[in-house]
Structures are given as structure tokens and as C-alpha cells.
């Protein structure tokens, strides 16, 4: 009988972007092609002190004990790949998508299961042609040993998990395109390491824009107010409206609170902040504070 049993794995996804259109333009060489770039993987893979755990049809999965050495592994196949592509024609090119989660998997034989290899599969989905995206338990890790660039793509829904996995793109050089410069398809010639450029997770360039628009809107509102001044502060609604409006767009990607408890507070604060600016002797507001409160610490305890 087969041994079953479980182990905290660096799981490492990678599959070809367009591979059902390229086996149909040239299948013999689209083969071979596959072949020397797995040859070239695996060795990477194994020289980084991974193990590749099973291939099929394009894709592959890999495990390493080390989860810096499986984003370093991923980078220099990215690199020694785009050597190989930038001697064939455009449409001919072999790009590979390569997914990394650290998570809890399960052992049998020489194989593993479990929902660490499928958020592992459905980032390396999420991943652009030649790219490589990770999770956030894998950031956590490789953050400041990894001389590369990252940038956060936000909670990535996968199937059987109740919240979304947050996820960042690993960012290989500055090129624009999706091939580096040429490089040959051997052994990694040793190069200087760049000292780390590490981008930390900030608001993403949309939620800068709404920031800006809705901090622009709220100065104009009040600057209105004081010109035509007759004695009411009457900006105080709308700028509040505005105020709930960014404090729920940051809610929506920010990963150092639960989500939905953070969306309950913010309603308690609006709803306490409308109290406040109708004063009239009374904090009526504590009441549906008070049943918000029960419903956060509800779902709170409901979390552990």
C-alpha cells in the first residue's frame, strides 16, 4: 500500500501559454521544442535544490524545501527560456506561466495533492506569458532575498477557499517585453547579483487615481463652503460620503485585516460620524454600533 502523509512544500506550477495553438501550427517541433525546455527546467529546478514531482502534457510541478531557492529557480528559467525565444519567430515562441504557493500538502508516493498545489495551479493560470506570480505566504518569505522587483495584483478567488488569496507578480528586470535579452539555452553562466529592489505592496495606480480624485473633490466641496459661507458647515456630508467611499476602496485589497469585519467597522465609523455632525444632545448611533459590534465579533469568532 502507497504512504500517505503531509508536509509543509514550496509547490512550483508552471504550464505554455498557447500550447494547443502551437501544437496545431507545428507539432513535431513544438515537442522538441517542449523538450529542450523542460530539459532546461528540470535541470534548473534540481541545481536549485527542487524536485519536479510530475509532468503531463505541458505543464509541471515541482517541490523545494526552500521557498527563496523555488523563486530563484523560477527566475532563472524565465531568464535562460527567453534566451531560447528570441531566436524563434514571434508566433513560435514557448512562454512559460510559472505559479509558487508555500502551503500544506498531502504525500503520496512520489506525488502531492491538496489545495496548496491548486492555489500553486491557479497562479501560475493568473500569471502573464513568460511571467511568474506567487502568493502572499510565499512574498512573506522572499521578500528581502530575492533580488527582484514585485507588485501586488491583489486577492486571486481559487476554488474550495473562502477568501482570496492575495498574490504578487514577480518583476524580472525593466523590459517592456515579455522576453528578456537573449541568453543561451545551457548551463547559467554566473552573473553579479543586483543588490534588492524590492517593491512593497502599495495602493495599486487606480486606487491612487480614486484617492487623488476623491481628496481633489472633498477640498473643492469645502472651499465652496467656506466662500459662500452663511454660518453652516453643510460640506461635512459629503466630504464623510467621500471619507467611506476611499476607506472602502482601500478595504478592498489591503490583506492586514479580515476583509469583511474591516468593512463592518467602517460602517460604524460613517454611521458614527453622521451622529456627530447632527448632533443634538444624543449618541443615538451607539445602538447599531453596538449590533454591528456583535456581528464582527460574531464572524470573529466564528474565524478561529
Known amino acids: 500500500m502507497s504512504e500517505t502523509r503531509r508536509k509543509l512544500t514550496t509547490i512550483f506550477c508552471a504550464d505554455v501559454q498557447d500550447y494547443t495553438r502551437l501544437m496545431g501550427a507545428d507539432e513535431e517541433g513544438t515537442l522538441a521544442a517542449l523538450k529542450r525546455c523542460r530539459e532546461a527546467m528540470a535541470r534548473l529546478i534540481e541545481s536549485h535544490g527542487g524536485r519536479v514531482v510530475n509532468t503531463w502534457g505541458d505543464g509541471l510541478i515541482a517541490d523545494f524545501p526552500s521557498v527563496v531557492e523555488a523563486v530563484r529557480a523560477a527566475v532563472d528559467t524565465q531568464n535562460e527560456l527567453a534566451g531560447f525565444n528570441a531566436r524563434r519567430p514571434e508566433d513560435g515562441r514557448m512562454l512559460f506561466r510559472i505559479g509558487i504557493n508555500l502551503g500544506d500538502v498531502i504525500v503520496e508516493d512520489d506525488d502531492i495533492y491538496g489545495d496548496g498545489v491548486n492555489i500553486a495551479a491557479r497562479l501560475q493560470a493568473s500569471a502573464s506569458a513568460g511571467g511568474i506570480v506567487i502568493s502572499s505566504t510565499v512574498y512573506d518569505q522572499v521578500r528581502n532575498k530575492v533580488a527582484v522587483g514585485f507588485e501586488f495584483l491583489g486577492p486571486l478567488m481559487v476554488k474550495n477557499v473562502d477568501e482570496g488569496v492575495p498574490s504578487y507578480a514577480v518583476k524580472i528586470g525593466d523590459a517592456k517585453d515579455e522576453t528578456p535579452p537573449p541568453r543561451r539555452l545551457g548551463p547559467p553562466r554566473p552573473q553579479p547579483q543586483p543588490a534588492a529592489q524590492i517593491a512593497e505592496a502599495s495602493p495599486q495606480p487606480g486606487r491612487r487615481r480614486l484617492f ?56 460604524a465609523l460613517g454611521i458614527a460620524g453622521i451622529n456627530l455632525f447632527t448632533w443634538t444632545g444624543q449618541f443615538w448611533a451607539v445602538w447599531p454600533i453596538l449590533g454591528i459590534a456583535a456581528v464582527m465579533g460574531l464572524r470573529w469568532s466564528m474565524s478561529r
Open 212 to 267: 487623488a480624485v476623491l481628496g481633489v473633490i472633498a477640498a473643492v466641496l469645502i472651499g465652496i463652503n467656506l466662500l459662500s459661507w452663511q454660518g453652516i458647515f453643510w460640506a461635512r456630508f459629503p466630504v464623510l460620503a467621500l471619507a467611506v467611499v476611499a476607506a472602502f476602496a482601500w478595504n478592498r485589497n489591503q490583506i492586514l485585516f479580515n476583509r469583511k469585519i474591516t468593512s463592518l467597522a467602517i460602517v
